[in-house]
């Protein structure tokens, strides 16, 4: 099973941008790739989704403007780009990936879906 390594997160400021990488232990070419974040006392939710050719994205409507997910299959690794950070951004990202090598739909924001979960980076976002 596919090993998944966040890095990136950090304590910034309000407005402030980073970017956070999700290393795969192999080749992820056939997986569709998902930021999830988990803040304090709340559920784990879904963040953003690319499909396993880079050609789909969604993201959760809180996010949309200010996030952007991309992978770069060469390097077995997934970013996502958050900018315009707000407090209530801050939060442990994570990531999960799933195979989907022919890009069947599947229900993006639930974590049953994925196969493979990093353990995740902290991200503190402080006004």
């Known amino acids: 099973q596919v090993q998944l390594v966040e890095s990136g997160g950090e304590l910034v400021q309000v407005g402030a941008s980073l970017r956070l990488s999700c290393a795969a232990s192999e080749r992820i070419s056939e997986h569709a790739l998902a930021w999830w974040r988990q803040a304090p006392g709340k559920e784990r939710e879904f963040v953003a989704v690319i499909n396993w050719r880079g050609s789909i994205r969604d993201y959760t409507d809180s996010v949309k403007g200010r996030f952007t997910i991309s992978r770069d299959t060469t390097k077995n690794t997934a970013f996502l780009q958050v900018d315009s950070l707000k407090p209530g951004d801050t939060a442990v990202y994570s990531c999960?990936?799933?195979?989907?090598?022919?890009?069947?739909?599947?229900?993006?924001?639930?974590?049953?879906?994925?196969?493979?979960w990093g353990r995740g980076t902290q991200v503190i976002v402080s006004s």
């Open positions: 999960a990936a799933r195979r989907n090598p022919v890009g069947e739909g599947f229900d993006v924001a639930d974590g049953q879906a994925y196969e493979a």
